[in-house]
């Protein structure tokens, strides 16, 4: 079992910047692909960002492709995504996920494929 939790979610002004963790416990996910994903107001959850766990490969949403990066610590078992250029359509509840025995190339852009989930972290962005 993998605990995932959230953190470094706020209020940021459109055109600033946030740094959101995900810390892992309960085992080593060094080995699992990582994944965020959004929750807006009134609309589905949907991909943000991914990473395969040997941490060569990427993909990101188009709408946040070159403001998003995804990126993991393998030593601290924690993923991050920073974002730039927040623009108030980034508001949402952002979650990270983990999902166990990927293979080592493979980011994951479908939720369904995830098998541990956090408990989310809210963005607001002002404009």
């Known amino acids: 079992q993998v605990h995932l939790v959230e953190s470094g979610g706020g209020l940021v002004q459109a055109g600033g910047s946030l740094r959101l963790s995900c810390a892992a416990s309960g085992r080593t996910f060094s080995r699992d692909a990582a994944g965020w994903f959004r929750q807006a107001p009134g609309k589905e959850r949907e991909f943000v960002a991914a990473m395969s766990w040997s941490g060569a490969d990427t993909d990101y949403a188009d709408s946040v492709n070159g403001r998003f990066t995804i990126s993991r610590d393998v030593a601290k078992n924690t993923v991050y995504l920073q974002m730039n250029s927040l623009k108030h359509e980034d508001t949402a509840i952002y979650y990270c996920?983990?999902?166990?025995?990927?293979?080592?190339?493979?980011?994951?852009?479908?939720?369904?494929?995830?098998?541990?989930w956090g408990q989310g972290t809210q963005v607001t962005v002002s404009s």
């Open positions: 996920a983990a999902k166990g025995g990927a293979p080592p190339h493979t980011a994951y852009s479908v939720q369904r494929y995830y098998d541990y």
